[in-house]
T-cell receptor, first 111, second 114 residues
Framework: DQQVKQNSPSLSVQEGRISILNCDYTNSMFDYFLWYKKYPAEGPTFLISISSIKDKNEDGRFTVFLNKSAKHLSLHIVPSQPGDSAVYFCAAREYGNKLVFGAGTILRVKS | DAGVTQSPTHLIKTRGQQVTLRCSPKSGHDTVSWYQQALGQGPQFIFQYYEEEERQRGNFPDRFSGHQFPNYSSELNVNALLLGDSALYLC?????????????FGEGSWLTVV
């Protein structure tokens, strides 16, 4: 049973435009949601997170939105840059800092 | 301030052999979690160590075991290796009483079983 789902395996965006990556979850007990960026042959790099009691968190070009009623969150990257091309993972935190990950979305930003 | 460090970076083992992977958490962190990432998938939680004890465990067989040392570093051991154990093994470090955004990953150990 997949508790965290990223339904888009890939996304292609033009440089300068907005990238929107989506994530759905099923477990209402998750208390934090995190986004990680991963390049091939590297470990995941933390990008941004949001508490389950918030509906928006912003950090520079990155904004995460949380819709608890829909059990849906999204990561917005504005403006998108070629260096943003990577795999993006959505993760949800359970008790004790255990993370449940989605399968990832490959973002390609074209210049 | 060193981040999460893992060793070795790459290794190749034969089916049936045993492997040990190592992780040093970020300074100030006391909790270490291990994840397995197969190609094309997200990381899957193996287990977590805190205060030198296994606190949580994911859906992995007993062939996967671990240890945490007094300095908070950790080892992941896999016995009787199968071809399907080939994956990237990631170590995550956190502070037990930290907020949910303080979970950092190492670069991973690439294990190939032949």
């Amino acid at each position: 049973d997949q508790q965290v789902k990223q339904n888009s395996p890939s996304l292609s965006v033009q440089e300068g435009r907005i990238s929107i990556l989506n994530c759905d979850y099923t477990n209402s007990m998750f208390d934090y949601f995190l986004w990680y960026k991963k390049y091939p042959a590297e470990g995941p790099t933390f990008l941004i997170s949001i508490s389950s009691i918030k509906d928006k968190n912003e950090d520079g070009r990155f904004t995460v939105f949380l819709n608890k009623s829909a059990k849906h969150l999204s990561l917005h990257i504005v403006p998108s840059q070629p260096g943003d091309s990577a795999v993006y993972f959505c993760a949800a935190r359970e008790y004790g800092n255990k993370l449940v990950f989605g399968a990832g979305t490959i973002l390609r930003v074209k210049s | 301030d060193a981040g999460v460090t893992q060793s070795p970076t790459h290794l190749i083992k034969t089916r049936g052999q045993q492997v040990t992977l190592r992780c040093s958490p970020k300074s100030g962190h006391d909790t270490v979690s291990w994840y397995q990432q197969a190609l094309g998938q997200g990381p899957q939680f193996i287990f977590q160590y805190y205060e030198e004890e296994e606190r949580q465990r994911g859906n992995f067989p007993d062939r996967f075991s671990g240890h945490q040392f007094p300095n908070y570093s950790s080892e992941l051991n896999v016995n009787a290796l199968l071809l399907g154990d080939s994956a990237l093994y990631l170590c995550a470090s956190s502070f037990n009483r930290g907020q949910g955004n303080t979970i950092y990953f190492g670069e991973g150990s690439w294990l190939t079983v032949v």
